[in-house]
């Protein structure tokens, strides 16, 4: 057991029990995994990405690159989780990924063995022969680390959206400076930071502020704040336009267990970022070891959760902050020596210290044994120390994250060794170890003064004085050594990815010497630990490669998020039945009593087909389609676009905005049209109704009326503002029924309406209002089937009643859904926009041309009709297609072939009752000519023959639609 | 037959300081040719856009067209001591700019929708055919989440 | 995600606006096919203060014209259509 027997933040008297392996472990409330594990003595955590070889706990938080755990809790399940991150609970059952049997005893680990051919980008070299396709599946198999479960997620997510004056990223002593002193001017702040408690770091490090214990300090600061929205737990990880920016919350239900996620959409007026810094590894031989761990994280371990991670310690560092480990770990009862690789390292009492020394190889396979040093100008001569605890620190790397990703600059300070930030974005103030190496007492005061501004810009002034803390000695300043010139190039720097020196090498050797190649070529920098620990490391090791500045590489762009976030977070409420938002029609409840199979078509849930006893979904379709042409059937139409357009200037914006002339369509009368872009593409057919001299009723189809709408309101406003024309959707105040069969009249003639339905009042394409079953109402006659056709619209108030009275008048009425509609309108060689028709569909096409011709005034997408491409002679035009084999339906996007080259597809195709035989439509080149053609119909391989002839391919007379 | 009204949602929602409630707000029309201060409430008028509102209850409005809409709209106020959660759960507006005599179209749990502001909430125009699905959102919001 | 000032209901988020493409003045019907293809097709692609035609579809519904950093995205201003510019 490694736990001191007092000290640290954790809860002894809470004991929580979890499982690791298999094995029964304990650990206290307030550790994380990694801290529990660690306290049990477990060395090997989890085996590396590709050569499987052992690695244990490196950091302490969110720069954890090598803990991967698979983590179970209840119903809840992370198969990538990193330890260090994820706090204790009872009953946690944790477990090794990427390795069999188990982490210990890894069957692959053995690939470690041929590391050699199996460097960065490998897979672009080897594997060739016979194919890549032949390895691929296996290699890919072994490729990732934890396994995803199959069932659903249950966790709970949600979102907010707010705004707020001032964002306080970082909970740290900055931080909280910044918060505290911003909240005092009055204004609503925003403070968080992703740890539970307050003040970051400053319960590892210790300190006085303003006469309290440092980590008491931040607590009563943050808990005296007014008027403060607190997130603990809570990562900010992007910045986006306008001082946007996303924050993920891990949540605790009322209930225990683990926490849920919340996402916040946070837009402020003012950003402070104080998010600090994170460690670097050191990088040298055999660097990667189980015991091997940042030395600031081991601080962390021994003050914040009182672990020993270990008893002979050798701490290999070129900078001041290690030193601080070294001091922790003594006090606790182990004995410290400090390789330092400045040539003059601080002395410090009870310490043994070797100056300009440093690591050269490590031995060890499930845990660090033993470290070889030398000094730095004598390589070769080396000393084993024995060690069961390798603490190491290279620096320090500002996460610059944020502010990089707003366009904030950056600039490679060398004394630093870092990159600094350089010029923040408008309403932005940088604090705290973000700006560079700074102590307590530059990290409080510049935090102070950052609150100090954010309130100044808005308008505001600070009451509360900078908080004091004592001075300290000054630190030397950081050696930089990025390597080690040794032969030796198994020098990690990508821990997850298993990058080493020597494929960063590689990659400049075959000119990948862009810091943007470096990172795709070796993979560096795109584990899930986003490369928080081996950016900057990658970076100097390609400058010294390469022979260039540091600041003159460069970093890669900084990308959201800062960590990851998972799929269901950023989707909040939005799955399953509230994926998206679906439109119900007035009698929804109506249609699924009758044995309506509901389907989504353009955002509208609607019925498919009525299926009765037994009948399959196909059977339906055949029986509706027949039975609507001999007798009469009953369609909901509810969905269809109703817009209604009115002013004196209504009829010569209309001839405008359509293909078709519309300013001589008389009252009472009916016209189907066609609605162009600018481009001469047919974006939306539908009919126009004139039902006064000023006013008209447009019907686009049930997906379009938004998009109809919007181009009426787009041309009206930006290109004729001057004309009075005014518009309404009223697509939802009205539902509509489509009566269609020969005996149609019949069933709409027993309706009680002063409408007079007569032939002669009513011929067919003429529409009249009036009252309907004491409703207000219009009957339109019109048909989509080919069929004699009524459409009785009534508003949807009593869309369900109406459409119950409809089929209780007496006669035997046939419900019929969409897909049997489709099946009428095809057997009349009718289009339906964007199944017939796709985005290069121009009118003449179809074999609408007389408006073209005729049509005087100039019209939306008129000039694109008179262009060479629009003129071609071997364009696609619209045909009827009719199988040979009347048995045989193709499939949709079947290709008609001259001389084994695709003129064209076949766009609808299905079998018809009426003809009793497979029917179809297609868009073929230069189809009208082809007319009586047999031509090749090709499918996924396989080929078949079919006629061209008339779209229309039932009734061509129209008489139909008179009887 | 005219007695045959498919009634409206018969129940609220209730969860932890949440209420949703229907109303019945009579006729309600759709009118152009009518001028008001850019999102604003008053005597009954919502301001929709510029020279178009949207008049509820009343006596018949005038303009150049008026279209009488009330079967399209489904009403719900939104109440209770959490509205404003619910709000900042659905979208990006502000409370502050939902007073008492105020009105705003936006985007509402990604459904455009006219809300308006009242003492202790606010009251949502949402279409018909949208309202079944934001009923079964509000009932996930405003029960789920503390 | 943008900030944008709707002329008439003031600043909103990005979602509720769908962009509209470039102002443009429209040719009349009789112009060579080298203009009314440049009118459909071409863009400015300024680096810079750039003007482009919005709606606020997801709210009043109206077009607006809109003067936008596309280096920055800062929002320099929003006018009506037929406003002074």
């Known amino acids: 057991m490694r736990r001191l027997a007092a000290g640290g933040a954790i809860d002894r008297t809470r004991p929580l029990g979890f499982i690791w392996e298999g094995r029964k472990l304990s650990g206290f409330a307030g550790d994380t995994i990694a801290s529990a594990l660690l306290a049990n003595g477990i060395g090997v955590i989890g085996r590396s990405f590709k050569y499987h070889r052992p690695r244990g706990v490196y950091g302490a938080w969110t720069e954890e690159p090598n803990a991967i755990v698979d983590v179970a809790l209840g119903a809840r399940h992370d198969p990538n989780a990193r330890a260090s991150l994820v706090p ?260 410090r009492d009870g310490l043994r210290v070797r100056a300009g020394c440093v690591p050269v190889g490590t031995g060890g396979r499930h845990g660090v044994k033993w470290v070889d040093l030398a000094l730095r100008d004598a390589l070769s001569n080396r000393e084993r120390v024995r060690c069961d605890l390798l603490a190491i620190s290279g620096g320090w790397s500002p996460s610059v994250h944020l502010h990089s990703q707003a366009g904030g600059t950056l600039r490679w300070d060398d004394a630093a060794a870092a990159f600094l930030p350089g010029v923040a974005r408008e309403g932005w103030h940088l604090a705290g170890a973000v700006t560079g190496p700074v102590g307590l007492g530059a990290a409080l005061g510049q935090g102070h003064a950052a609150g100090v501004a954010a309130a100044a810009a808005l308008g505001r002034v600070v009451h509360v004085a900078p908080p004091e803390t004592p001075a300290r000695a000054v630190e030397a ?43 795709r070529y070796t993979t560096l920098g795109m584990a899930n630990d986003q490369g928080k620990t081996s950016n900057i490391n990658g970076i100097a090791a390609l400058a010294a490669m390469t022979g260039r500045a540091i600041g003159e590489v460069g970093t890669t762009t900084f990308r959201p998020p800062y960590v990851p976030v998972s799929l269901g977070a950023l989707a909040g409420m939005r799955h399953g039945r509230l994926f998206a938002p679906i439109r119900e029609v007035p009698a929804a409840a109506d249609h699924l009593a009758n044995g309506a199979v509901m389907r989504e078509y353009g955002g509208w849930r609607r019925p498919a087909a009525y299926l009765r006893i037994g009948e399959t979904v196909a059977a339906a379709i055949a029986r509706e389609a027949a039975s609507v042409r001999q007798g009469v059937g009953l369609f909901d139409g509810s969905s269809l676009g109703k817009i209604e357009v009115a002013g004196p200037d209504a009829a010569a914006f209309l001839n405008v905005m359509f293909y078709n002339e519309v300013a001589n369509l008389k009252v ?134 109406m459409w119950r009275h409809l089929l209780g008048l007496g006669e035997d009425v046939t419900l019929y859904g969409i897909e049997a509609l489709s099946v009428l309108r095809a057997e009349k060689g009718f289009i339906l926009i964007g199944t017939d028709t796709d985005g290069m569909t121009l009118p003449a096409d179809l074999g609408i041309t007389a408006p073209l011709r005729n049509k005087a005034v100039d019209f939306v997408g008129k ?101 | 037959m005219a007695e045959m009204a498919a009634a409206g949602l018969a129940e609220g929602i209730a969860g932890a300081g949440v209420r949703v409630t229907p109303v019945e707000a009579g006729r309600i029309w759709l009118v152009s040719g009518v001028e008001m201060p850019a999102n604003t409430v008053a005597g009954g008028q919502y301001w929709l856009a510029p020279g178009r509102v949207l008049v509820v209850g009343g006596a018949v409005p005038e ?29 990006t507006l502000p409370a502050g ?18 809300i308006a502001g009242r003492d202790g909430g606010i009251r949502v125009f949402v279409e018909r055919p949208l309202s079944a699905w934001l009923l079964d959102w509000l009932r996930q919001a405003a029960t789920s989440f503390v | 995600m943008l900030r944008l000032p709707c002329p008439y ?57 809109l003067e936008r950093d596309t280096v920055s995205h800062a929002v320099l201003r929003a006018l009506r259509p037929g406003e002074a510019s």
């Not at chain 1, 909240?183 to 702040?189: D, E, M, T, Y």
């Not at chain 1, 481009?679 to 008209?696: H, I, K, S």
């Not at chain 1, 996007?893 to 297609?922: E, K, N, Q, Y």
């Open chain 3, 9 to 65: 209901c003031g600043e909103r988020d990005e979602p509720e606006f769908r962009f509209a493409g470039e102002p443009a003045v429209r040719p009349g019907s009789d112009v060579g096919d080298a203009v009314w293809a440049a009118y459909l097709y071409m863009r400015s692609n300024e680096k810079g203060p750039h003007r482009e035609v919005w709606s606020h579809a997801g709210g009043c519904g109206q077009f607006f014209l």
């Open chain 1, 477 to 519: 300043p950081i050696g930089a050594m990025w390597f080690v010139d040794v032969a030796d190039r198994r020098q990690w720097i990508d821990f997850q990815n298993d990058v080493t020196l020597g494929d960063v090498a590689l990659a400049a050797r075959e000119n990948y010497a862009s810091v943007e190649h470096l990172k």
């Open chain 1, 863 to 963: 000039r694109s009709l008179l262009t060479p491409d629009a003129l071609r002679a071997d364009r696609r035009q619209f045909v009827g297609v009719l199988p040979e084999d009347p048995g045989f339906v193709p499939a949709v996007g079947s290709h008609a072939m001259v001389d084994g080259r695709s003129v064209g597809w076949v766009t609808t195709s299905c079998h018809s009752p009426a003809l009793g035989r497979s029917i179809g439509l297609g868009m073929i080149e230069g189809g009208r000519g082809r007319i009586g053609e047999t031509m090749e119909i090709f499918h996924l391989g396989k080929t078949s023959r079919a006629v061209i002839g008339e779209a229309c391919h039932f009734d061509r007379a129209g008489e139909r639609l008179h009887g």
């Open chain 2, 97 to 114: 700019a939902l007073e008492p005599g105020m009105c705003a179209q936006t985007l509402f749990a990604g459904v455009r929708m006219l």
């Open chain 1, 88 to 347: 204790l609970e009872a009953g946690m059952v944790v477990g090794g990924v990427n390795a069999w049997p188990n982490v210990r005893r890894d069957a692959l680990g053995l690939i470690d063995l041929f590391h050699r051919f199996i460097p960065a980008g490998f897979y672009y070299k080897t594997f060739k022969s016979p194919s890549w396709g032949a390895f691929e599946t296996r290699i890919r198999a072994m490729a990732g680390l934890g396994v995803m479960r199959p069932e659903p997620d249950r966790l709970l997510y949600d979102t907010r959206h707010v705004e707020t004056d001032v964002l306080v990223v970082g909970g740290g002593a900055a931080g909280v400076a910044a918060a505290r002193a911003a909240a005092s001017a009055g204004l609503g702040v925003m403070l968080a930071d992703d740890r539970a408690a307050w003040g970051g770091v400053l319960q590892a490090e210790g300190g006085v502020i303003d006469g309290m214990e440092a980590a008491a300090w931040a607590a009563a600061a943050v808990g005296e704040m007014r008027g403060a929205t607190l997130l603990g737990r809570t990562t900010v990880f992007g910045a986006y336009d306008h001082n946007a920016f996303g924050l993920l919350e891990q949540r605790r239900d009322a209930a225990g267990g683990w926490a849920e996620e919340r996402v916040w959409l946070v837009r402020a007026r003012q950003v402070v970022l104080a998010a600090g810094a994170i460690e670097r590894p050191l990088v040298f031989p055999g660097n990667d070891r189980p015991g091997i761990m940042s030395a600031a994280a081991v601080l962390q371990y021994v003050r914040h959760y009182a672990v020993l991670p270990g008893r002979e310690v050798v701490i290999a560092t070129n900078n001041d902050t290690a030193y601080a480990t070294a001091a922790a770990l003594v006090a606790a009862g182990a004995s410290v020596t400090v390789a330092d690789a400045r040539p003059e390292a601080p002395g």
């Open chain 2, 63 to 91: 303009g150049a067209l008026v279209s009488e809409v009330g079967d399209g709209f489904v009403v719900l106020d939104i109440g209770g001591a959490r509205w404003r959660e619910i709000l900042a759960m659905a979208g």
């Open chain 1, 668 to 801: 009472g009368r009916l016209r189907y049209c066609l609605m162009l872009r600018e481009t001469g593409v047919v974006f939306d057919d539908g009919v126009v109704a004139r039902l006064a001299a000023e006013r008209y009723l447009l019907s686009p189809s049930s997906s379009h009326t938004e998009g109809v709408l919007a181009m009426l309101r787009a041309w009206q406003q930006t290109e004729f503002p001057a004309m009075r024309v005014v518009f309404h959707d009223v697509t939802a105040a009205w539902a509509t029924f489509a009566v269609s069969g020969p005996r149609a009249g019949v069933l709409v003639g027993r309706l009680s309406s002063d409408i007079d339905i007569g032939d002669g009042a009513l011929p067919h394409m003429a529409v009249a209002e009036g009252v309907i079953e004491g409703l207000p109402g219009r009957i339109a006659r019109v048909s989509f089937t080919g069929e004699r056709g009524y459409e009785i619209s009534v508003p949807a108030r009593h869309g369900a009643a």
